[in-house]
């Protein structure tokens, strides 16, 4: 089976950076879009950023020119370069990897990134 791993998150201090990096256990074929998704206590599950097998990239607008997320569909990895940390991101991160086979979905069990002022 598939596994989504998370790594990256931890605890900084509010205007630091952190960069988080997700690989699955095995090569995925197919991919059509890695995106990268964020969920705190009481709140929706919040789409932070994607990117497609094309390179095509979209971010939420309360990360956009703070975040940057990059993939290699090749080797079925997506991370997240988050600067200019606010305390508003403190939250659980989730990759998850979307292909056109069949809607075969991938998730990760989650990173936790918390930001204190």
């Known amino acids: 089976q598939v596994e989504l791993v998370e790594s990256g998150g931890g605890l900084v201090r509010a205007g630091e950076s952190l960069r988080l990096s997700c690989a699955a256990s095995t090569a995925i074929v197919g991919i059509h879009i890695m995106r990268w998704y964020r969920q705190t206590p009481g709140n929706e599950r919040e789409l932070v950023a994607s990117?497609?097998?094309?390179?095509?990239?979209n971010y939420a607008d309360s990360v956009k020119g703070r975040f940057t997320i990059s993939g290699d569909t090749a080797k079925s990895t997506v991370s997240l370069q988050m600067n200019s940390l606010k305390v508003e991101d403190t939250s659980v991160y989730y990759c998850n990897i979307y292909t056109w086979y069949r809607g075969t979905e991938y998730w990760g069990k989650g990173t936790l990134v918390t930001v204190t002022s």
């Open positions: 990117i497609t097998s094309g390179g095509t990239t």
